[in-house]
């Protein structure tokens, strides 16, 4: 499509304005990338989908999910440029939790879109690519699951490397771990099982999905996050046959 006001069409008036900036001295080159950032952003943030994409939208929730309004969903993003070889971009991008009706979740889709041009994610990012004008986004929606405990399982000790051992974070709650609460950390032995306490979930609160959508907040046990039973559940999942992250 094209980018107003410039007679170029967005792809490359964007693949011009990096090759621009580029060629400025050092102390130019943050403030126009982050007018860039900034126009960007704003352009998406507020494109209309158009009617087909809605209707086609509604044919595939209904069919996947059931009928508008009767399952909440998270708005997810994943892009080209994540799980690179010393980077990860988990947490990046927005994630819009737990909404709700189909016009809501036109509007989350578009913010989603948008969010490789928030700050912290566009920094990131141009530190990792040579050719910045080359990130493409999806949009994912995942059914909401009010779960009471939730987290991240990394198949290596995260200090060592070493796949001989594994590391979980997890918290009360939903979105466990990925959401800048302090998590419960275990750092579990793949053979024997032996579990080491790396840091104690110290957050207050959890957050719980709302009955008419978005995320509330209550107060922790006070306890332990992880039974035994429930770290013996990790583990099996740690004997399936494909490495890295795994969200339970």
Do not use: C
């Not at 090759?19 to 130019?28: D, F, M, T």
């Not at 158009?50 to 508008?68: C, V």
């Not at 990860?88 to 889709?109: C, F, H, K, M, Q």
């Not at 999806?138 to 290596?156: C, I």
Request: aromatic share 6%.
């Amino acid at each position: 499509k094209p980018m107003p006001g410039t007679g170029k069409s967005a792809y490359a008036w964007m693949r011009s304005e990096y090759h621009r900036i580029g060629r400025l001295p050092a102390k130019q080159r943050e403030g126009e990338a982050r007018k860039l950032r900034e126009r960007m952003r704003a352009w998406i943030a507020t494109t209309d989908p158009g009617a087909a994409f809605r209707a086609a939208l509604e044919r595939a929730m209904q069919a996947r999910f059931g009928a508008d309004g009767s399952v909440a969903v998270y708005v997810r993003s994943d892009t080209n440029v994540e799980d690179l070889p010393g980077f990860s971009g988990a947490g990046l991008n927005l994630t819009v939790p737990n909404v709700v009706g189909l016009d809501r979740v036109v509007e989350a889709i578009v913010q989603v879109w948008a969010s490789p041009f928030d700050e912290r994610a566009f920094a990131w990012r141009q530190m990792r690519m040579d050719a910045p004008e080359h990130v493409y986004v999806s949009v994912l929606l995942q059914r909401a699951v009010p779960v009471e405990k939730s987290g991240v399982m990394v198949t290596q000790d995260l200090a060592s490397g070493s796949t001989d051992a594994y590391t979980v974070a997890a918290n009360e709650g939903v979105g466990g771990a990925v959401s800048g609460q302090a998590a419960e950390e275990l750092l579990i032995d793949a053979d024997t099982g032996k579990v080491q306490l790396l840091a104690e979930a110290s957050a207050a609160i959890r957050r719980v999905l709302g009955d008419g959508g978005g995320l509330e907040t209550r107060p922790v046990s006070g306890q332990p996050v992880l039974a035994p039973e429930e770290i013996s559940q990790w583990r099996q999942v740690r004997r399936q046959p494909e490495p890295g992250r795994h969200h339970l």
